[in-house]
């Protein structure tokens, strides 16, 4: 397992490194019926490299390739990230074939789902697809991916949340964690794990994996913070009058503020140097300047 793994996967990805959790979403989804958690094939990139950052999962089952992601905030990027997963999943897969065989080569079915659970107003269901980024729009696209979101926020898609306890129990968890989130208590994250397992809410996974999921949602609150701090800035400084250039430059430095303030949330809760810099992204440049 890579080293990093820990405080690269998020809650979400680590409940479908569990083949049987695996398994019921796929059927969930696709209608299916497959019984054998055995049949799932968990998928990585070379050298155990998570496809995304911390939120994606992969597996092959009976030749069908899923590839999911959780988010927390709305994307419409997905198609286009959904493809260089894919593209680089095959890579792996078939890099010792001959591609100029007279053979066909098969290749499994793809699968490509997001599972939404952020506090915007999203709808249940809805599809993206790869032609809605292309520059110049054609009816007839020679290359098309999509993408189905599903919002797992209560009362959005129910018909898949009744579907699949896992999907369930893990929205009543963010939930969970976002009650006590509001609450004037000293560990918020802990009342809400030690609520979720009494109250059995994924309760056998949190008490076997809790220091990764406390390190995990901590990581989550701490990125979504980085995100509307990000946003704050750049509305602040895109709203001052001035040339262009000028607003350009704010805008750059409103970016650099948040995400030294990330780097420093980061440390600030206990994780390494390097941690800290890959996950915010922030450089040796803005390290020195702000940070000595």
């Known amino acids: ?4 793994r820990e405080f690269k996967s998020d809650v979400f990805s680590m409940l479908m490194e569990d083949k049987k959790n695996a398994l019921q979403v796929y059927n969930a ?4 019926s497959y019984s054998d958690p055995d049949q799932v094939e968990i998928l990585t990139l070379e050298n155990g490299i998570s ?12 030749m069908h390739l899923s590839i999911y ?5 709305y994307n419409p990027n997905m198609p286009l990230r959904t493809l260089i997963y894919f593209s680089t999943v095959l890579q792996g897969m078939f890099k010792n074939r001959d591609l100029f065989s007279h053979h066909t080569i098969r290749i499994p079915t793809p699968h490509f789902a997001v599972f939404y659970n952020g506090t915007g107003n999203r709808p249940a269901r809805e599809v993206l697809k790869l032609s ?23 009362g959005r898609d129910e018909e898949v949340l009744q579907k699949c306890n896992v999907l369930r129990d893990y929205t009543r968890f963010v939930e969970a964690v976002r009650s006590y989130e509001q609450k004037e208590i000293e560990n918020p994250l802990e009342e809400a794990i030690d609520y979720c397992i009494e109250h059995d809410i994924l309760a056998d996974f949190l008490k076997q994996r809790r220091a990764e999921v406390l390190k995990a949602m ?9 995100e509307v701090l990000i946003r704050e800035e750049e509305r602040i400084y895109g709203r001052e009058e001035g040339r262009k250039e000028g607003r350009e430059e704010g805008r750059k430095e ?14 600030d809760h206990g994780m390494s140097q390097e941690e800290a810099i890959s996950l915010s992204g922030i450089t040796q440049e803005l390290i020195e300047k702000h940070c000595k």
Do not use: W
């Open 69 to 73: 992601e959780h988010q927390s905030t």
């Open 132 to 154: 809605a980024s292309y520059a110049k729009p054609t009816e007839e696209p020679e290359l098309e991916l999509i993408c189905t979101a599903y919002n797992i926020n209560p």
């Open 29 to 32: 989804l696709n209608g299916s």
């Open 218 to 226: 901590t990581i989550d609150m701490t990125f979504e913070r980085r």
């Open 51 to 62: 496809l995304s950052v911390r939120n994606d999962a992969a597996f092959i089952i009976d």
């Open 254 to 267: 409103g970016r650099e503020s948040a995400i030294v303030q990330f780097y420093r949330n980061c440390l």
């Open 1 to 4: 397992m890579n080293k990093n």
